[in-house]
């Protein structure tokens, strides 16, 4: 099967594994395959469906909602995969789920960030879009997490991402034997200049896809370092980044059902009657 083509019936995608049929709409996307793991552990009726290279996906419910997570490997590449054969399966809806490194100073450790969009640092968006195109995050998946975070009353922070392929150089860090160059050297400082809140690696090419495709996606956040202040605590916020992220999926899934009743395309508040 060429992979520009649409799946015939019961034929998997190439990478993923996955056929249509196999997953609902609302599609997590944590880098870390172990997380994947992690947050089916939070759902009824956890389902392992497919693992192939980095990619490991499962299946399960939350509160009623039908939910699946798709690990996607690192950098923007593992990522574009993941989107483009999710999406000839069948979802709609994606929310990355993962770690990062602060850059302002006020941002703790353990809160969450729920970005709005991102710096195009990346190498793979360049195929698909010219360079001033904008990473956005859909506006829905934004308030629906607002809320969720809101309700069960977690700390976090919105603000706008840097997404970049490289996780020495491009963040600042040294290379194999100290190497550096004058890019590695500013790049932070320039981003706190424009109050870009976070570090990251996959999520401007999640957003333009989306925005590209007609589809919803957002980023959610643990917030595992700081660079300003070179905190770091590896595991701290993934708990309350994963209760985020399955309740704004929930919400989202209610809002819909709010939209169809009333004929709309788009949620705002006055639906919640």
Same mark, same amino acid.
């Given at each position: 099967?060429?992979?520009?083509?649409?799946?015939?019936?019961?034929?998997?995608?190439?990478?993923?594994?996955?056929?249509?049929?196999?997953?609902?709409?609302?599609?997590?996307?944590?880098?870390?395959?172990?997380?994947?793991?992690?947050?089916?552990?939070?759902?009824?009726?956890?389902?392992?469906?497919?693992?192939?290279?980095?990619?490991?996906?499962?299946?399960?419910?939350?509160?009623?909602?039908?939910?699946?997570?798709?690990?996607?490997?690192?950098?923007?590449?593992?990522?574009?995969?993941?989107?483009?054969?999710?999406?000839?399966?069948?979802?709609?809806?994606?929310?990355?789920?993962?770690?990062?490194?602060?850059?302002?100073?006020?941002?703790?450790?353990?809160?969450?960030?729920?970005?709005?969009?991102?710096?195009? !640092?990346?190498? /793979?968006?360049?195929?698909? &879009?010219?360079?001033?195109?904008? #990473?956005?995050?859909? @506006? $829905?998946?934004?308030?629906?997490?607002?809320?969720?975070?809101?309700?069960?009353?977690?700390?976090?922070?919105?603000?706008?991402?840097?997404?970049?392929?490289?996780?020495?150089?491009?963040?600042?860090?040294?290379?194999?034997?100290?190497?550096?160059?004058?890019?590695?050297?500013?790049?932070?400082?320039?981003?706190?200049?424009?109050?870009?809140?976070?570090?990251?690696?996959?999520?401007?090419?999640?957003?333009?896809?989306?925005?590209?495709? !007609?589809?919803? /996606?957002?980023?959610?956040? &643990?917030?595992?370092?700081?660079? #300003?202040?070179?905190? @770091? $605590?590896?595991?701290?916020?993934?708990?309350?980044?994963?209760?985020?992220?399955?309740?704004?999926?929930?919400?989202?899934?209610?809002?819909?059902?709010?939209?169809?009743?009333?004929?709309?395309?788009?949620?705002?508040?006055?639906?919640?009657?």
């Amino acid at each position: 099967m060429k992979t520009s083509e649409e799946p015939k019936v019961g034929q998997e995608l190439y990478h993923i594994r996955l056929k249509k049929g196999d997953i609902p709409r609302f599609v997590f996307l944590p880098g870390d395959p172990a997380r994947v793991k992690l947050m089916a552990s939070t759902w009824k009726d956890a389902k392992f469906l497919s693992e192939n290279r980095e990619y490991i996906t499962y299946s399960g419910s939350y509160r009623g909602t039908k939910l699946a997570a798709t690990s996607t490997g690192i950098g923007s590449g593992a990522i574009a995969i993941a989107v483009e054969e999710l999406l000839r399966v069948g979802a709609d809806t994606f929310i990355r789920t993962g770690t990062t490194g602060a850059l302002l100073k006020d941002l703790k450790v353990g809160s969450i960030i729920i970005s709005t969009g991102a710096v195009r !640092g990346d190498g /793979a968006t360049k195929a698909y &879009a010219i360079p001033e195109y904008p #990473a956005i995050a859909n @506006f $829905e998946v934004i308030l629906a997490a607002i809320e969720a975070a809101e309700k069960l009353q977690v700390d976090y922070t919105l603000g706008l991402t840097y997404s970049t392929d490289s996780f020495y150089l491009g963040q600042s860090r040294p290379g194999f034997r100290g190497y550096t160059n004058e890019y590695s050297r500013r790049i932070l400082k320039e981003l706190t200049d424009v109050k870009v809140v976070n570090m990251e690696m996959e999520s401007s090419t999640l957003f333009v896809l989306s925005s590209i495709y !007609g589809v919803r /996606a957002g980023s959610i956040f &643990a917030v595992i370092a700081n660079r #300003a202040n070179g905190e @770091f $605590e590896h595991k701290k916020g993934i708990t309350n980044m994963i209760k985020v992220a399955n309740e704004t999926m929930h919400i989202l899934a209610q809002w819909d059902k709010l939209k169809e009743n009333d004929n709309k395309r788009y949620f705002y508040p006055s639906l919640l009657k």
